[in-house]
């Protein structure tokens, strides 16, 4: 089975470019969390999404937003970026999601880089 | 609400030593308690789960926590530590009813580093 994949890899942009990651779960698994991963900040969540609806919102500005296609794969989009949006952004899938014991799947990453 | 805090950013042990790396949760109520391991270069794993059924949960690659109750702890322990146990630590709660933290609060992770 494979596992979760996120694309790019790495990613290099400008201020006030906007930029769109991608994350396909593992086959079956219904629900995608993502995170912004950095060095002074640590792991801090971004959304939810299971079929299809954001479930949960963590405290981001709205220029971050994502989405859920009807096969699960996920999107997450941040316009106008700035300095501070460099970082590694993770996705995690798992199959039910929500307040349970589940196992997260997460993904390599997306590296990003604003100069 | 849930917390978790880890005790130390980095960590190093000499290879063979024990390793032990320290967490302390706050939840109003049981908790279900995670530990992942992130390599470099790489997303996180899981390594082990408590989730109420046995107070030692052991885990992938040799190891294990403990759940005390009375000391709100999950430490995580390694018998003897190899090379290849370097990476970064996150202990993790899951909460209960989501909201803006999403449904597992990290800590904010210990690095582990292993001299030969």
């Known amino acids: 089975k494979a596992g979760v994949t996120q694309t790019p890899r790495y990613l290099i942009k400008t201020r006030g470019q906007q930029v769109t990651l991608s994350c396909s779960p593992i086959s079956g698994h219904r629900s995608v969390s993502w995170y912004q991963q950095t060095p002074g900040q640590g792991l801090q969540f971004l959304f939810e999404y299971f079929s299809e609806t954001q479930r949960n919102k963590g405290n981001f500005p709205g220029r971050f937003s994502g989405r859920q296609f009807s096969n699960s794969r996920s999107e997450m989009n941040v316009s106008t970026l700035e300095l501070g949006d460099s970082a590694l952004y993770l996705c995690a899938s798992s199959l039910r999601g929500g307040s349970t014991n589940e196992k997260l799947f997460f993904g390599s990453g997306t590296q990003l880089s604003v100069l | 609400a849930q917390s978790v805090t880890q005790l130390g950013s980095h960590v190093s042990v000499s290879e063979g030593a024990l390793v032990l790396l320290r967490c302390n949760y706050s939840?109003?109520?049981?908790?279900?308690l995670f530990w992942y391991v992130q390599y470099p270069n790489q997303g996180l794993q899981l390594l082990l789960k408590y989730t109420s059924a046995a107070t030692l949960v052991k885990g992938i690659n040799g190891f294990e926590a403990e759940f005390k109750k009375s000391e709100t702890s999950f430490h995580l322990t390694k018998p003897s530590a190899h090379m290849s146990d370097a990476a970064e630590y996150f202990c993790a709660v899951s909460v209960y009813y989501g909201g803006s933290q999403g449904n597992l609060i990290f800590g904010k992770g210990t690095k582990l580093s292993v001299k030969p």
């Open positions: 939840s109003s109520v049981p908790p279900y």
